[in-house]
């Protein structure tokens, strides 16, 4: 009999516990897949203190690999489940698609960024939910309280040193807290003008800072960041958003490059696609974290509805103390549904809530303990390194040197702009040029000058084939089609040409030998008749036998391929006539009349076969020692009876040319 297949979408709180619960009670008795778009579990509460500066980013991830051994991970975004179907389809890191099949599915896909209809927000905005937005963040302000330093206008240096925060929720209160003590450190290193200082600002429409937890919670956090200079402004919100600054719900506009929008989150879009009751863009889910219709389904965490059986008639917070705990749950029910253990419905004591506020301060409940001041920021450390995973040395040994040591403000610039747009279903995902995207998301951008065009991306190709170039030199002069199939030619100017047959006049009064190889003169025009036919043999030719080019910028160059050639110089042969057209140079290899060197006005060598006029055809003979008679324009010439033989090159000897 085979094994019961599990697969568990999503790796944040609620899917890593369910997770490492399920590979301890299954033991080898079941295929456990988690499909995820990183490798990482990432511990979110400390994610302020990274863009901070104070914990570097592996500090706050947790390998899967190392910490769940018996699960199978699959990198990937989920892009659609078949319910009656029980597959996951899904698209890994390089754009090949995948599907999973399931017996049991759990859905802790998470959530992202909440968007709000707020003008500009979406393009000036930057949320923090992911570790890349935070690293954006960390050497965005670095980056803005350097500009400021050197900046000569006081209006600049104010404006980049102003911080909007949107949301004074737990995250949004940590990181203004964390922020404001990050720029003090940097000012200190980095000295503005005179009076001045980094500015700020924490807005929310609530009442109260924290407005989701208790009121003790509330009153020191408001206080501790009054106390460091953070501008709490309660009952506002943005209106407005542009490059240049916000536009307040108050009337007041705000000169800023810094809008941090953590206003909430809004659960993974994938929940919605299921087509299954919601509430609220969350899954509806029993007590037991099953979803009504649909027995071999779960759902946890912040993409789940689950009923508060503490609250009747209501439903958990999107917390990640929830989250762990309903993932703990859903291991022991989905085992359970399998004949191992019996179900048990969801249910939680609330043991109280931290908020770290940088330094040495935070706020804290443990039991309802009413907590402020150093025993709270002991408190809040301790739950944070018993509540981690992982990495719990390496996260104290970063707090300790940086009780005693200055952090490094640097940018590394790894994250632009354009990397971490607001809409985005994929917020611990840096947007990278080139890689498919699982969810369409628009394009946003942040600020003036920050946001980079697609065109000038590292790596960025053009969906579709490029449009031929096309190179037009002059009024009336020829142009070039370039294609994949065509190398790019130069292209004659006209004043090239007034030289060109100038220098050929002169050499024909002092009797100057021909130019060899490449730079040699044309021979002289044809009639359309053998134009046509030298043509469509050079073409066929081309491809193997390509007559060197001449020289830029040198008299007798060659004019632009596929237009008619140009005029000859007087009393000389002509310059080389465009390849494929009428009066084309032969192929190599191929008869045509070749005026030997050393001899004056283009006198074909003794003992060498001449162009000889056609019988029966108009024109008179050119004679020995003159120059051919220069044709008229457009009109047709004597064909010679008798094409000449092969033209032997003697490149190897400079002193004898082409005979």
């Given at each position: 009999m085979?094994?019961?297949?599990?697969?568990?979408?999503?790796?944040?709180?609620?899917?890593?516990?369910?997770?490492?619960?399920?590979?301890?009670?299954?033991?080898?008795?079941?295929?456990?897949?988690?499909?995820n778009p990183t490798d990482y579990f990432l511990y979110l509460p400390l994610l302020p203190q990274v863009a901070a500066g104070i914990l570097e980013p592996r500090r706050v991830t947790v390998s899967l690999s190392d910490t769940l051994p018996r699960v199978r991970l699959v990198?990937?975004?989920?892009?659609?489940?078949?319910?009656?179907?029980?597959t996951v389809h899904y698209t890994d890191p390089e754009g090949a698609a995948g599907s999973l099949g399931y017996d049991r599915l759990v859905l802790a896909a998470g959530s992202v960024n909440k968007l709000l209809p707020i003008p500009g927000v979406a393009e000036h905005a930057h949320g923090f939910r992911g570790l890349p937005e935070a690293l954006y963040l960390r050497d965005h302000v670095t980056r803005q309280v350097e500009l400021a330093a050197a900046a000569d206008d006081p209006a600049t240096c104010a404006a980049r040193c102003t911080f909007v925060v949107v949301g004074a929720g737990y995250t949004g209160?940590?990181?203004?807290?964390?922020g404001q003590l990050f720029t003090d450190a940097q000012v200190r290193r980095h000295p503005l003008r005179k009076g001045m200082r980094p500015r700020w600002l924490l807005l929310d429409t609530a009442e109260r800072v924290l407005p989701e937890l208790d009121v003790h919670l509330s009153?020191?956090?408001?206080?501790?960041?009054?106390?460091r200079g953070v501008e709490v402004r309660m009952g506002t919100s943005v209106k407005e958003a542009t490059p240049d600054g916000v536009l307040l719900t108050d009337g007041e506009f705000v000169e800023t490059r810094s809008l941090v929008w953590c206003v909430g989150v809004r659960p993974d879009p994938l929940a919605e696609s299921l087509g299954l009751p919601m509430e609220r863009g969350r899954l509806l889910v029993d007590p037991n974290l099953q979803v009504p219709g649909r027995p071999e389904v779960f759902a946890c965490g912040d993409a789940a509805a689950v009923p508060d059986l503490e609250n009747p008639g209501q439903f958990t917070p999107m917390t990640a103390q929830h989250a762990w705990r309903q993932g703990r749950t859903a291991a022991l029910n989905v085992a359970a549904s399998l004949g191992a253990g019996v179900r048990r419905p969801y249910d939680h004591r609330d043991l109280g809530f931290v908020v770290d506020l940088g330094g040495v301060k935070a706020a804290a409940n443990p039991l309802g303990v009413p907590l402020s001041g150093l025993a709270a920021g002991a408190v809040t450390r301790g739950y944070h390194l018993a509540a981690m995973p992982g990495n719990r040395v390496r996260v104290a040994a970063d707090w300790l040197l940086d009780a005693v040591l200055p952090r490094q403000a640097v940018q590394l610039g790894l994250v632009r702009?354009?990397?971490v747009p607001l809409d985005t279903a994929s917020p611990?995902?840096?947007?990278?040029?080139?890689?498919?995207?699982?969810?369409?998301?628009?394009?946003?951008?942040?600020?003036?000058?920050?946001a980079t065009e697609p065109e000038t991306r590292p790596g960025w190709r053009p969906t579709e084939p490029p449009v031929p170039a096309v190179e037009q030199v002059g009024p009336g002069e020829p142009v070039v089609e370039q294609t994949d199939a065509q190398e790019p030619t130069v292209v004659a100017s006209a004043g090239e040409a007034v030289i060109s047959e100038a220098k050929a006049r002169e050499a024909a009064e002092q009797g100057l030998p021909g130019r060899r190889g490449s730079e040699r003169s044309a021979p002289e025009q044809e009639s359309p008749e053998r134009q046509v036919s030298e043509r469509e043999s050079s073409e066929r030719q081309a491809p193997e036998h390509k007559a060197p080019e001449p020289a830029k910028n040198q008299p007798g160059g060659e004019p632009a391929k596929n237009q008619p050639g140009g005029e000859p110089a007087k009393n000389q042969p002509g310059?080389?006539?465009?390849?494929?057209?009428?009066?084309?140079?032969?192929?190599?290899?191929?008869?045509?009349?070749?005026?030997?060197?050393?001899?004056p006005?283009?006198?074909?060598?003794?003992?060498?076969?001449?162009?000889?006029?056609?019988?029966?055809?108009?024109?008179?003979?050119?004679?020995?020692?003159q120059p051919a008679p220069k044709p008229a324009k457009n009109q047709p010439h004597g064909e010679p009876a008798k094409a000449p033989g092969p033209v032997k090159r003697t490149d190897a000897d400079p002193a004898e040319g082409d005979s």
């Open positions: 085979s094994r019961p297949r599990i697969v568990i979408v999503g790796a944040g709180f609620a899917g890593y516990r369910t997770a490492k619960e399920l590979s301890r009670k299954a033991r080898g008795k079941a295929d456990i897949t988690l499909l990198l990937g975004e989920a892009d659609g489940i078949d319910l009656d179907g029980r209160t940590e990181v203004a807290a964390q009153r020191t956090a408001d206080r501790t960041l009054r106390e702009s354009w990397s611990e995902l840096a947007r990278v040029p080139g890689r498919p995207q699982a969810h369409r998301q628009s394009d946003a951008r942040s600020g003036p000058g920050a310059g080389e006539p465009a390849k494929n057209q009428p009066g084309g140079e032969p192929a190599r290899n191929q008869p045509g009349p070749e005026p030997a060197k050393n001899q006005g283009g006198e074909p060598a003794k003992n060498q076969p001449g162009p000889q006029p056609a019988k029966n055809r108009p024109g008179p003979e050119p004679t020995k020692s």
